[in-house]
């Protein structure tokens, strides 16, 4: 195809979010959305999103599909497919502008990308003197990113590829994110959410339970009436188990 034809195609790499929805009932959506995001419009940065409906237990005859895109758009989040719906619903989902996509798709494109081989480093080419010379390849991104200072409410903080250690409080009202693990080595009094990237061996650590909100993959459990008796101010330490949060005390030596 010539440079300068009127349409070219390129290949890109974009984060795409699965969001596995049990439901399609608004206003239920609508509080769970609310209780973890907080009503933040910004909260998901415009990422993209495939509806997963494959683990929903019933599904309606029909569903508003622009009114279930307009909520989730209200966090942020940019519907752009759906994947495991039966096959009335997906005929009114293409129409709807949501095209159908293969339940696995993601996760082979996903593991496409991972296990794609490494180019070996470029070596410079051998000069009289000295020795060979290997250029030089670049730093890593990070593994984990430290912080310490005290977040406070109204504050949150996003460790965007890699684990969050946190050496100070984290307020009621404030909120961690990573994408990989959670420590927390002061109080946990806001919100944690671990694996946002959908990892789910991702866990949260803390020396001091008192949260507000746990998240693990998108799996959250809420502390309206707070934390249980036996937990509360206690190391702790927070897992994905069978599609459910389970929160265990912490030994601490």
């Known amino acids: 195809m010539a440079k300068d034809s009127p349409i070219q195609f390129k290949g890109t790499t974009l984060k795409i979010i699965q969001t596995q929805l049990r439901t399609t009932d608004h206003a239920t959506l609508h509080q769970a959305l609310t209780e973890l995001t907080g009503n933040s419009p910004d909260f998901f940065e415009n990422e993209l999103a495939v509806l997963d409906f494959s683990h929903a237990k019933a599904m ?3 569903v ?3 009114g279930l895109v307009d909520l989730l758009g209200q966090s942020g989040l940019n519907a752009v497919a759906t994947c495991g719906l039966p096959d009335e619903l997906a005929t009114s989902a293409v129409a709807a502008g949501l095209p159908i996509v293969g339940v696995d798709a993601i996760g082979r494109q996903r593991a496409k990308i991972e296990e794609a081989p490494k180019a070996p480093p470029v070596v410079a080419p051998e000069p009289p003197r000295p020795e060979p010379m290997v250029a030089s390849t670049p730093e890593p991104a990070p593994r984990t990113i430290i912080l310490d200072k005290p977040l406070r409410s109204g504050q949150r903080f ?3 590829g890699c684990d969050l250690i946190v050496t100070a ?3 009621a009202g404030a ?6 693990n959670i ?3 002061a109080p946990l009094r806001g919100r944690a959410l671990a694996g946002a990237s959908g990892d789910k061996a991702a866990r949260i650590f803390t020396t001091s339970l008192e949260a507000e ?3 693990i993959a998108g799996l959250y459990r809420t502390f309206e009436a707070g934390v249980p008796a036996e937990l509360l101010r206690q190391p702790a330490t927070v897992s994905l188990i069978d599609d459910g949060l389970s929160i265990m005390p912490l030994a601490l030596r």
Do not use: F, N, R, T
């Open 64 to 66: 508003d599909w622009g």
């Open 169 to 171: 409080m984290v307020s």
């Open 183 to 185: 420590h927390v080595y």
């Open 60 to 62: 309606p005859e029909s």
């Open 175 to 180: 909120e961690v994110i990573a994408d990989g």
């Open 213 to 215: 909100l746990l998240s």
């Open 158 to 160: 996003y460790a965007k």
